[in-house]
């Protein structure tokens, strides 16, 4: 596991907007980096840009999985690690308590961290690209009818699913909504492609995980207008006959971590029951 030196003169502070006590906890960080001659810049998780992360050392988040999922799509564009403290409920990816601040932060920025990372998705339709660490899902609008969804990998025509939706997930995104509608668990390495549909009807194929090097394409057939949601954040009309292609993303979501990569499994139960 290679161990990663930080750049002491920029750390990103990526803040909760909607929860006050991120930004006071961001702060706290902020001057006690300044304490050690580094620049803190607090930043919106609701607000990033290239611009505002590239030349970043270390980004340290204040909340929860979906704060993590919005900084991480600006993040891996530039390399820049993440450090993300627990101050969700679930935090499947937190590294840290907010308790444990600013003592704890010692040895990351020390650079005495290994680097975890982990497989994002690219997603291609009309003419713009996207990324999702988590999973993509294609579904049902506003209407409470049944899409159909053609799929084909690799160019290989697979099924047609009549379902609610069908998540598109990475080993990251198995824990989330595509465990919710009946799929497994992948290792948090691996950098395949778990296909899930969402309460399918008559369907043969329930789940199907692919490799990291196939493409993944999917035809929506439908009368009302559906969506594609990125990481369940970003929505996209995706209307009668519009294709989208998945695959797995050049770039890296890098997380600061100083566990064993057993820890996952330590816990991995624990975290599922609430």
């Known amino acids: 596991m290679a161990r990663r030196n930080v750049n002491l003169q920029a750390v990103g502070l990526v803040y909760q907007p909607y929860v006050e006590a991120t930004r006071v906890l961001a702060t706290r960080v902020q001057e006690f980096l300044a304490q050690r001659g580094s620049e803190g810049r607090i930043l919106s998780a609701f607000a990033l840009s290239e611009q505002q992360v590239r030349g970043l050392g270390l980004a340290i ?11 991480a799509r600006w993040l891996a564009t530039c390399h820049v690690p993440i450090l993300p403290v627990r101050m969700g409920t679930l935090s499947f990816l937190g590294e840290v308590s907010p308790q444990e601040l600013p003592e704890r932060l010692e040895p990351y920025l020390a650079g005495d961290c290994w680097l975890d990372q982990r497989a994002m998705l ?7 690209r996207t990324l999702a660490l988590n999973d993509l899902v294609i579904g049902r609008g506003a209407s409470a009818r049944a899409v159909k969804l053609d799929v084909w990998v690799e160019e290989a025509y697979l099924t047609r699913y009549v379902a609610d939706g069908l998540v ?11 465990l919710a509608a009946g799929g497994p668990v992948l290792a948090p390495e691996l950098a395949d492609i778990l296909l899930q549909p969402v309460a399918p009807h008559l369907a ?15 035809a929506i057939r439908t009368r009302q207008p559906g969506v594609l949601t990125v990481d369940g954040q970003l929505d996209y009309p995706f209307e009668d006959g519009q294709e989208v292609r ?21 816990t991995l139960v624990s975290k599922l029951v609430r």
């Open 122 to 128: 690219c997603a291609e339709v009309r003419g713009f």
């Open 246 to 266: 998945v695959a797995i993303a050049a770039e890296r979501a890098l997380f600061a971590r100083r566990g064993k990569k057993a820890d996952f499994y330590a």
């Open 168 to 178: 598109l997930a990475t080993a990251t995104g198995s824990t989330a909504y595509a």
């Open 204 to 218: 043969a194929l329930r789940s199907l995980v692919v490799p990291g090097s196939a493409t993944v394409r999917v």
């Open 61 to 71: 988040t204040f909340g929860g999985d979906g704060t993590v999922l919005r900084a």
